[in-house]
């Protein structure tokens, strides 16, 4: 044991030796134990580079057995080599060059100095960088003196000083390496073990081309999630999988002509309601007065209702529709000296709801609230009508 330091309120401690990888380079940091003492980080300390062990608790002992959390850093060590593989295809096939990469916990990323891809070129890349896989080349990590770098064909130049340690992709026999890049990543030791890549989606990002993709355990993850949908909308629509382009298509046409079905219905239900409700208006002076409460109608038919119904003159509707929210609606006929506005305060405040809108045509909501409630409040505005 070195030292003991907090870091960021967590105990911590710093070791002469670590196999624990900390987080660096668009990678995460291992994850494990110390004797038994969970490490729940690993960060490098900018002052002196100290690697620091991040700690779920105080750890007392002075000599400690590290343990590392395998499963996450295998599947750390595939998706870093995958991301080496298609960073290199991308370069090869499309002459495109990553400018960052981002390892996550679901996904990985890297960013393409080009503003657009095809969808078809990256299925190019991604055949290429499979067929590296399969065919298992090796994959070895090893240090070069600074001097030495200008005469190795490197992907892009190292960014630190000293030693450079590179990661090279061997290509085949007497070929220059498929991959050679400086990094001081976790990686696998045969592209085989990398078992798959997929290229999951296209982000296009101003200049640059961000491609989402997994590698090996993740790619198999997302292979059933992806298949059991699949196979729940075929259930679904009682067709099998290679069907379902053709059952969605028709899906969709059937809702487009429900659609238009409804939205007729609608607009004759608006305009038999609205001569329903002018015949039962009640006379205030010179005025016609419209007030309805109706069940669930969205604010758009209430709307157009009320327009329907001041399409006569001297008429004024107050209306209000019932659901999760009370919409409300007032309007005037051209020429009734009444401001809607006024109007729908006057309707709305009893139900602690607001809105607003123009001298003819007002509209707002208010809290649900019961049938009686809302009909008290209405009754509230054909009040204000007759006052004035």
Not at 138 to 159: H, I, M
Not at 242 to 256: D, G
Not at 303 to 327: C, D, F, I, M, Y
């Amino acid at each position: 044991m070195v030292e003991r330091p907090d870091w960021e309120g967590h105990p911590a401690v710093v070791l002469d030796q670590t196999a624990f990888y900390p987080t660096s380079g668009g990678q995460p940091s291992d994850r494990g134990g110390l004797n038994g003492v969970p490490v729940v980080g690993v960060e490098v300390r900018e002052t002196d580079g100290a690697v620091v062990h991040i700690l779920a608790e105080p750890l007392s002992d002075d000599e400690v057995t590290g343990e590392i959390d395998w499963p996450r850093r295998f599947d750390h060590m595939q998706q870093h080599t995958g991301q080496h593989l298609l960073s290199a295809a991308c370069e090869q096939l499309l002459d495109a060059d990553t400018v960052s990469f981002h390892l996550g916990a679901e996904v990985s990323t890297i960013d393409l100095n080009v503003p657009r891809l095809a969808r078809q070129h990256l299925e190019e890349v991604e055949d290429l960088v499979n067929r590296v896989i399969w065919e298992d080349w090796p994959v070895r990590s090893y240090f070069v003196r600074p001097e030495d770098v200008a005469s190795l064909p490197l992907r892009r130049p190292p960014q630190v000083e000293g030693p450079i340690r590179l990661v090279e992709v061997a290509g085949r026999d007497g070929d220059r390496p498929f991959d050679l890049n400086p990094c001081g990543g976790t990686h696998v030791a045969r592209t085989g073990e990398i078992g798959l890549l997929k290229i999951l989606r296209l982000d296009y990002r101003g200049e640059e081309t961000r491609v989402e993709f997994v590698c090996g355990g993740r790619a198999l993850r997302d292979y059933r999630r992806k298949d059991e949908t699949l196979a729940t909308l075929a259930a679904s629509l009682t067709v099998g999988y290679w069907e379902l382009p053709e059952a969605v298509a028709r899906l969709q046409e059937e809702i487009k002509t429900a659609r238009r079905q409804a939205r007729a219905l609608r607009e004759q239900l608006v305009e038999a309601e609205a001569g329903r409700l002018f015949q039962a208006a009640a006379p205030i002076g010179a005025l016609r007065a419209v007030w309805a409460v109706e069940e669930g109608w969205e604010m758009a038919d209430l709307r157009a209702l009320a327009q329907k119904v001041v399409a006569h003159p001297n008429t004024v509707a107050l209306l209000a529709s019932l659901g999760e929210r009370v919409h409300l609606c007032v309007a005037c006929a051209e020429g009734v000296p009444t401001d809607a506005t006024a109007l729908l305060r006057t309707v709305a405040e009893p139900l602690e709801g607001k809105g607003g809108g123009q001298p003819r045509f007002a509209q707002g909501s208010a809290p649900a609230a019961s049938r009686e409630r809302v009909e008290a409040a209405l009754e509230a505005g054909m009040r204000h009508l007759r006052e004035r």
